[in-house]
């Protein structure tokens, strides 16, 4: 194949994902493998107490909904490959903008495609008997996989997502009607509901289960990187992406109260493989199978999204000349941004095979949050240099809908800050370790 025979620069991408892919994408993205094992530590974190565990469910959805709100009025307004990067260059500068882009490329994207690569060959082990050596062949081989689906065609790897997204959510609604129906947990758990006065402890605790049920519900605003290839995206883009968020809360508290029927709040605090262990208690052990192939489909699906929507924003860094060149080329018969979803997926790759990424994405998850912060607060420079901007959508209670998110976001950062300082530290020093690439790249960009 002669160089530029198959792929050329171009500076958009074909607009083919619709209103249902969208919200697929958004659940799918989200929903790995943090509902099977979270709610165990949430409920151990709010000392058992049921009420306060489900609160910290609702809130932490209401939270991510608030930002999906106001990422709406973003996306809608600017409909661009990026999505967050864009919004962050446009109204930032493009240094903070790199660094989002860095981090992402480095550790957040690709150390969560690594997570879930690795998590799918272990449920798969509890199938099939794996080495260890087997193990880390099969995590290499999903990424290659998802990879070249999205190589193939955005509609190819949008379709795959729909199905598989249709295929874990019927399995886990399924399964927690099942337990729901055949669960005797509530009985005599009374008690156990609500604390009879509040401490501080208990208050800390919330803190912190905040943290893990917002890591369950990372991935909502990945969405937003494919904006640019969205059908009507003035539409389709916020609705999708605000059903979507939507649905995700209404999965999680109808799961949560699925194990909770089925072990009651004890059992819940004490595992750490809630679905199998609740399937297992309520319906068969042999059934609890079923629940490990379920799990499988879930953390491919999600792979699949993230590789779906994160290369959108290496793309359009290349395409500002801050980041490699090639990876902003888009090949001519798929029409995909093919280098850069393979670059991506590379990285995944040697991180999964390595297993740094569990070192990096401790350090680093935090800092997502402020680049979420920092997109979510463009709304305001945005509407204040650009009022005449057509805006199809405007976020609803405006200012308090993104004031809200940002300083959910902020409290985030700043409780890991104070609770883990050394670990914040480390993870701010990875961000930063993105300056000196910038100012690499930054001359090709002027004059």
């Not at 994405?361 to 935090?366: I, K, M, Q, S």
Request: some cysteine; hydrophobic content about 55%; overall charge positive.
């Amino acid at each position: 194949m002669a160089q530029g025979e198959d792929l050329h620069s171009t500076a958009t991408l074909p607009r083919t994902l619709g209103l249902r892919d969208l919200i697929m994408l958004t659940v799918g993205s989200v929903i790995g493998s943090g509902i099977f094992i979270v709610p165990g530590a949430v409920l151990r974190q709010v000392d058992g107490f049921v009420l306060p565990a489900l609160l910290v469910w609702l809130v932490g959805g209401i939270l991510s909904l608030l930002g999906a709100l106001t990422y709406g009025e973003l996306g809608a307004m600017k409909p661009a490959a990026g999505g967050l990067y864009v919004y962050i260059r446009d109204c930032f500068g493009r240094f903070p903008a790199f660094l989002f882009g860095w981090t992402l490329f480095f550790v957040i994207s690709s150390g969560a495609v690594a997570t879930l690569s690795v998590a799918f060959s272990a449920y798969l082990g509890e199938i099939v008997s794996l080495t260890p050596l087997m193990a880390k062949v099969i995590a290499i081989l999903m990424i290659a996989v998802v990879t070249a689906v999205n190589v193939r065609g955005t509609r190819a790897s949008a379709n795959l997502q729909n199905w598989t997204t249709a295929i874990k959510v019927i399995g886990i609604l399924v399964m927690s009607a099942a337990l729901l129906w055949l669960g005797r947990g509530f009985t005599g758990s009374g008690a156990a509901l609500w604390p009879a006065q509040f401490s501080g402890s208990l208050a800390s605790g919330f803190g912190l289960a905040m943290i893990g049920v917002l890591w369950a519900y990372e991935g909502w605003q990945f969405v937003a990187y494919s904006a640019g290839e969205t059908q009507n995206a003035q539409r389709n883009f916020p609705l999708g992406l605000v059903l979507g968020t939507a649905a995700l809360v209404v999965i999680y508290m109808i799961t949560n109260l699925g194990y909770l029927a089925a072990l009651g709040p004890s059992g819940v605090a004490t595992s750490d493989r809630l679905a199998a262990t609740a399937v297992a208690t309520v319906i068969s052990p042999a059934a609890a199978k079923l629940v490990a192939v379920m799990i499988l489909i879930s953390i491919f699906s999600a792979a699949n999204g993230i590789m779906l929507t994160s290369p959108r924003v290496y793309y359009a860094m290349a395409a500002d000349g801050l980041f490699f060149h090639r990876l902003a080329e888009v090949h001519t018969r798929f029409q995909t941004p093919a280098f850069a979803i393979i670059a991506g997926a590379v990285w995944s790759a040697v991180l999964a095979a390595t297993g740094t990424f569990e070192q990096l994405l401790t350090y680093v998850v935090f800092i997502g949050w402020i680049f979420y912060a920092l997109a979510a607060a463009s709304i305001f420079v945005y509407r204040r240099r650009m009022p005449d901007a057509i805006r199809p959508y405007r976020v609803p209670f405006y200012p308090l809908t993104p004031l809200l998110f940002i300083i959910a976001a902020a409290f985030l950062v700043m409780n890991t800050i104070a609770t883990q300082p050394a670990r914040a530290a480390v993870g701010l020093g990875i961000v930063l370790l993105g300056a000196p690439a910038y100012f690499i790249w930054r001359p090709r960009t002027q004059g």
